[in-house]
């Protein structure tokens, strides 16, 4: 992801913007049971669906993965526009924008590096993730990855410097 193209203060107590790389920074943290990601995405019928994700940040954008058959995924496959939220390191963020389904190798091995490295043991066979096991939810492999292209970004810190902040990419 590259720099926001705007930056807008949403603090109503005087405090500054928030810079972008006290965001960037925060999604950096490598992929760690301590940190739990949020997927929002919308059903068929219009209504939301939250799933507690693994995602990791890899060259600015999102990676998380799904069996195919399971809610986010089948709710992915009609309407790609979904969001992630997370609780992280002094600040709280949520990302919108849309998600894809990712296929070719090479990012497929750099995802899977990253989740390994994290403490899951996963590989790449074909076009998805295995492992030998997954959260109780994730239902049984292959795993899908998919890569979230963030539109807009709303950061609040949780510790000082305080503020919040939007970004538009």
């Not at 999102?62 to 969001?83: G, H």
């Amino acid at each position: 992801m590259s720099e926001p193209r705007e930056t807008t203060n949403l603090d109503r107590y005087g405090d500054a913007e928030l810079p972008w790389s006290r965001a960037e920074a925060a999604l950096s943290t490598p992929p760690s049971p301590e940190i739990t990601h949020f997927l929002g995405t919308c059903r068929p019928d219009g209504t939301p669906h939250a799933a507690g994700i693994g995602a990791q940040w890899l060259a600015g954008n999102f990676y998380f993965t799904s069996n195919p058959t399971t809610r986010k995924a089948r709710d992915l496959a009609v309407n790609p526009r979904c969001t992630i939220s997370a609780r992280l390191d002094g600040i709280d963020l949520v990302l919108e924008g849309t998600a894809a389904k990712v296929t070719d190798v090479e990012t497929l091995e750099r995802v899977a590096a990253g989740y390994r490295d994290g403490g899951w043991p996963c590989q790449v066979e074909g076009e998805a993730l295995t492992a030998p096991f997954s959260a109780p939810s994730a239902g049984p492999p292959p795993w899908e990855v998919y890569r979230l292209t963030a539109h807009t970004v709303v950061g609040v810190a949780t510790r000082e410097p305080y503020g919040a902040t939007r970004w538009t990419f």
